[in-house]
């Protein structure tokens, strides 16, 4: 039984990863056009299904919206029972149906010929009645469904949304929509975070341990110790960067047998520590730290001391 449910798994991925690979073949003049098409758009952009399908045009219509194109969702049959009203003539039509021929589109689509919309199926059906009907029309068709009886949408869905998503990603570039542009829209949770959570916000929270470059090791652990970062800014009589000691450097130097009242900050040191300015975004510090294989970053001023960050800080933060 295991050894069948694994089959049917890795049948699931072969048969939806091959046709996500023959939609290459749809890209066509059609195809770019209808991008085109979309991108011109006055009104709104409305994306509309039934069953399965609705499911797919509201997560479609929320790409457009988180990425720069103004959609709503409409349910096909809601539609047909008063929410057709807040279709104006301005706004253009995405119609997702695998068959393309409901009872329902037989309602609503003369409706929206009549009031002058464009209508742009997709559609797994080249002779239905919404691919003859539409204005544009995209035909992905199929082989089979993934499903082991070939007939619960999940092929057809899977490409009904990888359309979708290929659709938003034009009209992104197209609109030279930009991580700001993404702010504005998501300016909560971690995505919001990863755009406007700065190291500056994050270093006030801390304290910032630090020692002169002079000061014995014994005065290094105390401060270590109360600032809880697991390390400690080494710095002058100006408060500029001279280096930076971490727990390791003093596990290091007491398996030399260097002595905690006699050895200075400056025999243990790293000098030139990793540091960034205090407006830099914090996903960038974590990278830094990443790349570096560390955990603490010191903030500084034209190498003047500001602050000290924590790998744990940002990871607090949930935006990695």
């Known amino acids: 039984m295991n050894q069948k ?47 399965k399908s609705a499911l797919i045009a509201k997560k479609i219509s929320a790409t457009f919206n988180s990425t720069g194109t103004t959609s709503i969702f409409l349910h096909t049959a809601d539609a047909l029972h008063g929410d057709v009203g807040v279709v104006n003539q301005k706004d253009s039509i995405i119609i997702i149906s695998k068959s393309g021929n409901t009872p329902e589109l037989e309602i609503l689509l003369p409706l929206l010929n009549n009031n002058g919309n464009s209508t742009i199926a997709i559609t797994n059906n080249a002779t239905s009645y919404l691919t003859n009907n539409a204005t544009y029309s995209i035909i992905a068709q199929i082989k089979k469904e993934a499903c082991p009886i070939n007939l619960a949408p999940t092929t057809s869905s899977t490409v009904q949304l990888v359309i979708g998503d290929a659709i938003a990603n034009a009209l992104l570039e197209l609109r030279g929509f930009n991580s700001s542009d993404f702010l504005k829209v998501h300016p909560s949770g971690s995505l919001g975070k990863k755009l406007y959570l700065r190291v500056y ?99 500084t001023e034209n190498n003047i001391l500001q602050g000290i960050i924590h790998l744990q800080d940002i990871l607090k933060q949930g935006i990695v």
């Open 5 to 51: 449910i694994r089959q049917i798994i890795l049948d699931t991925f072969s048969n939806e990863a091959d046709a996500i690979e023959q939609l290459k073949s749809i890209i066509d003049d059609n195809f770019i056009n209808i991008v085109q098409f979309l991108y011109e758009t006055k009104g709104k952009v409305i994306v509309t299904g039934l069953g």
């Open 201 to 299: 916000e994050l270093m006030q929270q801390n304290q910032c341990p630090k020692v002169l470059i002079n000061d014995s090791v014994r005065k290094v652990i105390i401060e270590i110790s109360a600032g809880r970062l697991g390390a400690v800014a080494v710095v002058n009589e100006k408060n500029e960067v001279k280096g930076i000691i971490t727990d390791g450097d003093l596990r290091r130097m007491l398996n030399k047998g260097l002595s905690v009242e006699d050895t200075t900050a400056k025999v243990i040191m790293s000098a030139n520590p990793k540091s960034i300015d205090n407006n830099v975004l914090a996903i960038e510090a974590f990278e830094i730290m990443k790349v570096n294989k560390i955990s603490q970053l010191l903030i």
